[in-house]
């Protein structure tokens, strides 16, 4: 923005006609003055609805200005996560009025705050879904900062990444690995960094994964990312998925060993599994073909009532445990065993123009793989 000629006297005007900020500029050897209106498009939330009546309008706002430890980052891609589909539906409670939603963001830094020393402008990055947190409490101190209780979450608390610009505290930005273009990488940002987080939570040790026989029950986004983990580590992988078209199809070209229906019986005990479709009545059929002592992971942030079931499905010490966001350590273990596998995301690409029409296609199931909006195509 401060092109030759152009030095400090530089200050906000105010209001332009649309009653946007505008900022003006003037112009050291000229002393004409410049106006300019650091504008940009952003899907905002208004009130949420179901997204066929599209709650999310395209809209005209300011660009944010980062704070002294954050960074600004121009927008390239973002993938759209499931949560993306419960907060404008509101499944999640509002948390912010006029939201940008979207928590896989992948761009550029564009400027930084004043704190900031480990990102240049030009640097590639990713913002996650953790935004920030308060570092103080127990649980933050404990190493659980996933859990804190002030934390705040990108596209949910604070404006996320259906828009051309994004800010993000620039200790909870993520450095990219350079062999995931922007579109292959965003879906790593949530999808794969909670699938991640879901094996950790399974209790199977590292020596132990190249003997498991894994459960995964839904195949979206952070289902295509799971299997691809857990075959690299060498585990016998069983899918039920409802969706045959696109879901079972991509499950068995990843390697699974069997693939199913959402509730059918995996013809094995398994280990672990884990649990990404958002519904409660796959516990009962998933516990069934769980072992003595092993850990049903439930991965999703809103999942439907759980139906009652008898004691003897989860006697003989099985586990249920739900994941709830993740920790900075996850994001950066993950993004390095990403790159080393590599994992191979499938995406569908969607126009920033069309991410009404990409929430419908992901509640309907009609995505292969991951959608990401191309924003920089
Ligand atoms: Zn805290
Ligand atoms: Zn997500």
């Not at 990219?176 to 950790?200: E, N, W």
């Not at 995964?216 to 409802?242: D, K, P, S, W």
């Not at 094995?268 to 002592?293: C, N, V, W, Y």
């Not at 003989?316 to 920790?327: H, K, L, W």
């Amino acid at each position: 923005m401060s092109g030759p000629g152009f030095t400090a006297n530089e200050g906000r005007s105010g209001f332009n006609k649309s009653g946007l900020t505008a900022v003006f500029r003037v112009d050291n050897q000229t002393r004409a003055f410049h106006f300019e209106c650091r504008i940009m498009k952003a899907w905002v939330l208004e009130k949420p609805a179901p997204v066929e009546s599209g709650p999310l309008a395209l809209t005209d706002i300011p660009v944010p200005q980062p704070a002294d430890d954050e960074v600004l980052v121009k927008v390239h891609a973002c993938g759209i996560c499931r949560t993306d589909l419960h907060v404008v539906e509101g499944e999640l409670p509002i948390r912010k009025s006029k939201l940008i939603p979207g928590h896989q963001v992948v761009g550029r830094v564009s400027a930084v705050g004043s704190l900031v020393d480990e990102f240049k402008k030009g640097d590639r990055v990713g913002v996650a879904w953790l935004n920030r947190t308060c570092g103080i409490c127990e649980l933050c101190v404990a190493g659980k900062e996933n859990l804190c209780e002030r934390a705040m979450f990108t596209g949910w608390t604070v404006d996320g990444g259906y828009a051309e610009f994004a800010v993000a505290p620039a200790s909870f930005t993520y450095r990219l690995p350079d062999g995931f273009d922007d579109v292959q990488a965003a879906p790593l940002l949530c999808a794969g960094i909670i699938g991640y987080r879901c094996l950790r939570l399974t209790g199977i040790e590292k020596s132990d994964w190249s003997r498991a026989k894994l459960g995964l029950y839904g195949f979206g986004a952070a289902g295509h990312v799971c299997i691809q983990l857990a075959r690299a580590r060498g585990a016998e992988v069983y899918v039920c998925t409802r969706d045959r078209q696109r879901h079972q199809v991509l499950a068995r070209e990843l390697g699974a060993a069997w693939v199913g229906d959402a509730s059918a019986d995996p013809p094995a005990l398994l280990d672990a599994s884990i649990i990404f479709a958002p519904a409660g009545e796959l516990i009962p059929p998933a516990l069934k073909t769980l072992k003595q002592g092993g850990t049903l992971v439930l991965g999703g942030i809103h999942m439907s009532p759980i139906p009652g079931f008898d004691y003897s499905l989860i006697y003989g010490e099985r586990i249920i445990r739900s994941v709830a966001n993740n920790t900075r350590a996850d994001g950066r273990e993950f993004l390095i065993e990403a790159a080393r596998i590599p994992i191979r995301t499938h995406t569908q690409v969607f126009a920033f123009s069309e991410v009404n029409e990409a929430l419908i296609a992901l509640k309907t199931d009609a995505i292969r793989g991951a959608a990401v909006l191309n924003i920089v195509p």
